[in-house]
């Protein structure tokens, strides 16, 4: 599957069919490994599932999910580059993860962590990478993480993590990361991230992220995200990256089936990702009612966080949280060439400073697929930028900041063959002061009315705008769209004032 969007393409991955989650024999640490990275892709016919990620008592989850490649082959002949010392055990690994200014070649093969590295400061971790300036070339090596040894690790939020990056200059090129659920559900914890990025200048150029294992999963946020909950809550997300600068993901791929974000910045300034595939995994709701045991039963079916109601029917949920996310203080973020699909946020980012999104496609997200805003001191570039009118809006600029002077290129697509939309999927919400939106039409076939609209202003408004709508869908400018020039195939519905309507052919 290539990973890569080609620019003008409307669609380059291969997107499952609902599937059921490949086997685990809990029992066998082995097995686990191998099903998780290696088993066959599953149909909806295959009455299998894995007991790391649902209780042994209900029926097989169905879910929409992309199965990670396998890893690659052991090989006991392999490319060592000039300058690079071969280390063959995870030990010396371990040992060189401490030390400075070193080029070192791991000997390709599977390597499963049997223990923990000592605390640092408050910081707990299975890895702690405390040197600098070092490149590890991993090519060929898989390292796994499971979740027995991650089990021992704190429960208190920001503490633990399998990977810590203390060191600078680090960069990790060509490994294969997997966790392992070397137990049944829900008889594990996990450290909060996988990798806890702070060391200034780290790099992760070609490598391959199998995350998984946090309990509960399968519920979205039902059942908490945070603070309060419903139940324990163990959250394991893919990366955090936290006033770090300069971190780079290069031609990598993240496979996710945890509840938690794959990347998220905490402060960060320079964050940069290209060529990447992020994929999550989505569940519909009807395929809850049919568990048996587990936490929508203890509650009966109700959804408990930020209200209780009943989990509705008829509607894709995500079983992780946002692909790319910030938090505040973040800057100088840009992401190129890379898909995002299956997340519920596809790309929330709320910038301090620059954020470029150029060729990034946003695919079946579980609640919105762009939100994306800089303050003051930076500017929002969406440039030839895709997504898919799937389960839910393409856009939701309500969130941060109203934007101001950005621009944004969107081309709209129908989600794969086998997607039927749901009553939630749209364009979404626009808003914005003194900004730039242009809609490219990519669908094949026509889009439901329902879902072919696209709301202008918002509880923010738009003022002062330039909309070039080159698709069919219904703009409803509503009351706070004011003193905007709106270029239109589609039609428009004009709630607004002192708005110029321009009727504008295909393109």
């Not at 499952?16 to 490994?33: C, E, F």
């Not at 579980?366 to 930076?378: K, L, P, R, Y």
């Not at 941060?400 to 939630?424: H, K, S």
Request: glycine letters at 10%; hydrophobic letters at 35%; one cysteine or more.
């Amino acid at each position: 599957m290539s990973i890569a969007i080609a620019r003008g393409a409307h669609r380059a991955l291969l997107v499952m069919a609902v599937a059921l989650l490949p086997p685990i024999a809990a029992s066998s640490p082995t097995a686990v490994g191998q099903d998780v990275a290696g088993g066959p892709a599953a149909g909806p016919e295959r009455e299998t599932k894995n007991l790391g990620l649902q209780r042994a008592g209900n029926p097989p989850m169905q879910v929409r999910t992309t199965e990670p490649p396998a890893p690659p082959a052991a090989t006991e002949t392999f490319e060592v580059r000039d300058g690079f010392t071969v280390v063959e055990t995870l030990e010396e690994f371990r040992a060189a993860l401490r030390k400075d200014g070193q080029k070192v070649r791991m000997k390709p093969g599977v390597y499963r962590a049997e223990g923990v590295d000592p605390p640092i400061d408050r910081h707990q971790h299975v890895f702690a990478v405390t040197g600098s300036n070092n490149h590890f070339d991993l090519r060929g090596v898989v390292i796994e993480t499971p979740v027995s040894v991650q089990s021992p690790l704190s429960k208190r939020p920001h503490v633990s993590d399998t990977w810590h990056l203390f060191g600078d200059g680090n960069t990790f090129e060509g490994g294969y990361f997997r966790n392992v659920l070397d137990r049944p559900y829900p008889e594990y914890s996990v450290a909060e991230n996988e990798f806890e990025v702070r060391g200034d200048d780290s790099t992760f150029r070609d490598c391959t992220f199998v995350i998984q294992g946090s309990v509960p999963y399968g519920y979205t946020d039902y059942y908490g995200k945070g603070g309060p909950n419903f139940g324990r809550l163990n959250k394991h997300g893919f990366m955090s990256i936290e006033g770090a600068r300069n971190t780079r993901l290069i031609g990598c791929r993240i496979f996710m089936q945890s509840f938690g974000h794959c990347v998220h910045m905490h402060g960060a300034d320079g964050v940069h990702i290209e060529d990447c595939l992020f994929s999550g995994t989505l569940r519909p709701t009807d395929d809850i009612y049919r568990e048996r045991v587990g936490r929508a039963v203890d509650y009966d079916f109700q959804a408990m966080y930020r209200g209780t109601r009943p989990i509705p029917r008829g509607q894709m949920i995500p079983l992780v949280e946002d692909g790319i996310r910030t938090y505040g203080g973040d800057r100088n973020v840009t992401v190129i060439d890379t898909t995002v699909e299956r997340f519920r946020g596809g790309v929330q980012v709320h910038s301090e400073g620059d954020v470029t999104l150029e060729n990034v496609a946003v695919l079946e997200a579980g609640d919105f697929a762009f939100d994306v805003t800089a303050g003051d001191e930076g500017a929002a570039v969406v440039k030839d930028c895709r997504a898919d009118v799937a389960y839910r809006p393409v856009f939701n600029l309500t969130r941060g900041d109203t934007p101001e002077d950005a621009f944004y290129e969107v081309t709209i697509l129908n989600p794969a063959d086998d997607v039927v939309p749901t009553a939630q999927a749209n364009l979404g919400v626009i808003c914005g002061e003194r900004c730039t939106f242009v809609l490219h039409d990519g669908t094949t076939r026509p889009l439901p009315a329902d879902a072919n609209r696209l709301r202008c202003g918002g509880r923010k408004g738009l003022k002062n705008s330039v909309v070039k709508n080159f698709t069919s869908a219904t703009l409803v400018l509503d009351e706070r769209v004011r003193g905007c020039r709106i270029e239109s195939v589609g039609p428009v519905e004009d709630r607004g004032r002192d708005n110029k309507i321009v009727r504008i052919p295909p393109e």
